[in-house]
């Protein structure tokens, strides 16, 4: 950040609620999640997404312009209102006879009025070109050729996470890798896609929404300088269960960022216990092939969420559970109990085939 | 014209002639406001329609904040919450703001020119009716939506209805063409009122009222029905289109045929943000009546204040896309919605300079619509101010369809417009009834509706900063939001409190006000130069006016306006 910028960030952070300060203000329950030892640093959890406390480089860059801008308004805001205060205070009822004269009538000053014209005119000015600037800058930011490609696809109500160059495809996570302050920069090209309504993609502390259009293609970028995972909402109303759409991105180091690709190109291992098999085997038998993909079997349906790797995700349904056996038990038995309107449906399972799908299910490493 | 008289010290309201006066019973009640073409009956119609749908509205709102009051609740269902927001929208847009906005251009631009009537006494019922029905219309969508399909029942894409969820395959059921007619009904009463009002203060000034002398008030109405006319057939048109789209085989926005979803949102838009300035007009004019008179001064540089308002409103017809920042327009076209954008704050900046001007130097009278209006002050700057930073794009790249936008709009819509409606009620309560609305009582109504007001719309601000998205039914614990959300919905109990206040004062004042003889403001404007209420033909002689304020002239021979103008 150029001197100025970093002055005028300087100078507005005390008034803006930074996570701290949202912490002590408003969020005293949230203070218990920070408190909860985490297993490792990479997988630390940024649950409170303020847009004040950026930890990836578009999201950063966004906030120059708004620091000006809330600087601009505070500005204005103390002077009128001053204005405001004083001429309530000063010109209040004095007194019963106080308003048998009338006060001196006035009818305008051009000067006064010229003066509140041109200078609203040239705050309008900076802040056209400082935008401008900051448009540009983050909307038109050239992506290394080396740049990690992901597609992203909007589906009511999941997200399809698709490497094209790794040849890669999970659902509602998004794993990258860290980049640093200092060194090479490694950004993340999103390419944003939509294969029914609107949806939007929003992870405030990484980058600013963009919307994921049907027969259009959008793209956007972030940069994350710190691992963890950090959590976002689909940010355009798409219908129903627009409130579940929700998305992990998990940033890890670049060595845990290379484990996780090598895992997810290789398949999963047979199950081995006899439940197990025998999950594998209703899984197949049932519907549940018509909608899911699992890779190198038949099962090839693309209308749901890709299961290739799903137990190693954390979360069930575009993350309205999480991804515990138990969860995973009650979300086969009613999917519509734990996201109403949602577009899996109940399969009448048994018992057994419950049991059964929830031991292979979990098998998908 | 041979009954011309002018107004100076002398000047004494003839007695009226009453004619078709009411005797009393309900049914002859009923029979006068369905026959009537009388502009000050449709008048108060139009508020009280729109107060009416104001507390089906608030009432749906505060079914909502009920549902967000704690993380994972189960209070609503999500096609009934997403159904609420819609209808809440849909209804505070179309059925409260705007009719609103034409009960009080219908009751007082007849009176403010001096006419006896609008122009087309007949057009103007039939606006209304038109208006009244496409409401109830849209609402027995909960009775009538499920249609052959059973699928759905009240519009649930909400307000703005971005396709493709208005598109066959997402909304099944005839949920969606509720929505599209009632807006297309709607639209077609809307434009024949604007065009009324438009024609009324061209052809039936009384003498002497120039262009130059209209009170602002006129001003802000005649640049509303200009925005109306140009504005609305573009929603009339966008849901022309949906409705070929589905049953017709069109393929404007159904993306599944090709069609371009972001087509919709620039014709939408186009008429919608347009819309935003209708909604807020009214405001304009309310306030720019109430300030000089509780300040006992004119208008702090008339010229200005209506050039101002015209600017706005022709810029606003250039900054529609500033809704759009997230679909992915290029850059240039961003900076320039930025800039057209951030122009508006420039005339807008104008008026509340004014307004303080007028009122700095003054003598101020904390009456109702004062106090109102110094709400109103107060929290327009707030709005106007998240506005500016709306306008910045990189800003907005987080904030849009976020809480802060809800907050932002609700600052502007209640905080503004609601406020100001306030004010204008309690100003011209005497007017219409010839009673005294409550002062205690309207204290009471401005203070709870104000804490409840703030309670409710202010954590939202910082619910938008901290990632809730808007539109959700449902959130999870642990990300910051639940205190903020719980506080927001006690607000809506304590602004509900507040409306109580409000509608027992206009109903206490009714039956046992203080009479208030005919201008009990000490105002200026030719509304207050006849009896309270009205008379049927308002004038009984057209009044000639040499000034903008003709009753100080009336009132001050010795130093009149005319000579200062």
């Known amino acids: ?143 290394p050729e080396d740049a990690l490609k992901i597609r992203l696809i909007g589906h009511q109500w999941w997200w399809e996470v698709q490497y094209p160059d790794l040849g890669i495809i999970t659902a509602n996570e998004i794993h990258v890798p860290v980049s640093s302050k200092n060194g090479p920069p490694r950004p993340t090209h999103i390419i944003l896609e939509s294969a029914d309504v609107i949806h939007s993609f929003w992870v405030p502390q990484l980058a600013g929404k963009t919307d994921l259009v049907p027969n259009r293609v959008n793209h956007t970028w972030i940069e994350p300088f710190k691992t963890g995972v950090f959590l976002g909402n689909c940010a355009e109303y798409c219908g129903t269960q627009h409130a579940n759409m929700l ?119 | 014209m041979s009954q011309e008289i002018t107004i100076d010290a002398n000047y004494r309201m003839p007695e009226p002639v009453r004619v078709g006066e009411e005797t009393g019973s309900l049914t002859r009640v009923f029979q006068q406001l369905i026959f009537t073409v009388d502009h000050k009956k449709l008048g108060l119609m139009y508020i009280g329609a729109g107060l009416l749908f104001f507390v089906i509205a608030g009432f749906l709102a505060a079914l909502m904040r009920m549902q967000l009051a704690f993380p994972n609740n189960h209070f609503l269902p999500p096609d009934v919450f997403n159904q609420s927001f819609t209808m809440h929208g849909t209804t505070m847009v179309f059925l409260v703001g705007m009719p609103l906005a034409f009960g ?76 599209t007619l009632s807006l297309l009904l709607g639209g077609v009463g809307s434009v024949a009122t604007a065009l009324n009002i438009l024609v009324t203060v061209f052809c039936m000034r009384c003498p002497g009222m120039t262009l130059g002398r209209l009170p602002i008030f006129v001003w802000c109405m005649v640049v509303l029905s200009f925005l109306v006319i140009l504005a609305l057939p573009c929603l009339s048109a966008c849901q022309i289109m949906i409705s070929l789209d589905r049953y017709l085989g069109a393929k404007f926005f159904d993306t599944q045929a090709g069609g371009d979803a972001v087509l919709w949102q620039h014709f939408f838009w186009i008429f919608g943000h347009p819309e935003v300035y209708i909604l807020i007009m009214p405001a304009f004019a309310i306030t720019s009546e109430v300030i000089p008179v509780f300040s006992r001064k004119p208008i702090f540089g008339y010229p200005i204040m209506v050039a101002a308002v015209v600017a706005i409103a022709f810029i606003s017809l250039g900054v529609w896309a500033h809704h759009m920042f997230c679909v992915g327009m290029v850059s240039l076209a961003n900076a320039f919605f930025v800039t057209s954008t951030l122009l508006v704050s420039v005339p807008t900046g104008i008026k509340i300079f004014n307004w303080l001007a007028t009122m700095y130097g003054g003598k101020l009278r904390f009456e109702l619509p004062l106090i109102f209006c110094i709400g109103f002050l107060f929290q327009f700057l707030i709005a106007g101010l998240t506005g500016v930073m709306l306008a910045v794009a990189p800003f907005t790249w987080q904030l849009s369809d976020s809480y802060f936008v809800v907050a932002h709009f609700h600052y502007i819509l209640i905080g ?29 109504h401005f203070a709870l509706f104000s804490i409840g007001f703030h309670m409710t719309f202010l954590p939202q601000h910082f619910l938008g900063f ?80 040499k000034s903008r304020r003709p009753l100080w002239d009336a009132k001050h021979p010795e130093d009149p306006d005319w000579k200062h103008e």
């Open chain 1, 1 to 143: 950040m150029s001197p100025i910028r970093s002055y005028i960030s300087g100078f507005l952070k005390p008034f803006i609620p930074t996570a701290t300060a949202s912490f002590l203000l408003f969020a005293p329950g949230a203070a218990s999640f920070a408190a909860e030892p985490e297993a490792s640093p990479s997988s630390e959890i940024h649950r409170i997404a303020d847009i004040f406390a950026p930890l990836s480089r578009p999201a950063e860059l966004l906030l120059e312009p708004t620091y000006l801008v809330l600087l601009i308004c505070l500005g204005i805001f103390i002077v009128v209102m001053g204005v405001l205060v004083y001429v309530l205070i000063k010109f209040r009822p004095r007194g019963p006879e106080d308003h048998l004269e009338e006060p001196p009538q006035v009818y305008g000053s051009y000067n006064i009025e010229m003066a509140w014209t041109v200078i609203p005119c040239l705050i309008v000015f900076v802040l056209v070109l400082v935008s401008a600037r900051s448009i540009v800058e983050i909307q038109d930011q050239p992506m």
């Open chain 1, 247 to 365: 998305l992990r991105v998990i940033v890890q180091t670049p060595e845990d960022f290379q484990k996780w690709v090598e895992n997810q190109k290789q398949l999963p291992s047979e199950p081995k216990d006899a439940i197990a098999i025998q999950g594998k085997k209703d899984f197949y038998d049932l519907s549940c092939v018509s909608c899911h993909k699992i890779d190198s079997t038949p099962a090839e349906g693309v209308f749901g969420p890709d299961l290739t790797k799903f137990a190693i995700r954390q979360t069930l349904g575009a993350g309205v559970a999480a991804n515990t056996a138990e969860n995973l038990h009650a979300w086969l038995v009613d999917p519509d109990a734990l996201k109403p309107g949602c577009y899996m449906p109940d399969m009448k399972l048994s018992p057994q085939q419950l049991d059964s799908l929830v031991a292979y299910l979990q098998t998908l490493k």
């Open chain 2, 104 to 179: 009080f251009a219908n009751y007082l631009v007849p009176l403010m020119i001096g006419a006896r009537d609008m122009a087309f006494p007949r057009l103007n019922a039939f606006g209304f009716w038109v208006f009244f029905f496409s409401g109830l219309f849209l609402y027995f969508s909960y009775i009538g939506a499920p249609g052959l399909y059973a699928a759905g029942s009240a519009p649930d894409a909400g307000w703005f209805a971005y396709s493709p969820l208005t598109a066959k395959a997402f909304s099944r059921g005839h949920s969606t063409d509720y929505w």
């Open chain 2, 416 to 444: 503004g417009l609601l406020f100001t409606i306030f004010a204008g009620i309690y100003y011209w309560y005497p007017k219409a009834f010839g009673k005294m609305p409550d002062y205690k009582l309207g204290l009471w």
């Open chain 2, 466 to 545: 901290l990632g809730m998205p808007r539109r959700i039914y449902t959130y999870q614990d642990g990300r910051g939001w639940d205190t903020m959300n719980l506080i927001s919905t006690i607000g809506v109990a304590i602004q509900a409190a507040g409306i109580l206040f409000f509608v027992y004062n206009l109903i206490y004042s009714y039956f046992w006000g203080k009479k208030s003889g005919d201008d009990p403001w000490d105002a200026w404007t030719l509304e207050w130069a006849t009896t309270s209420p009205p008379p049927e033909y308002n004038f009984a002689k057209f009044p000639v006016v």
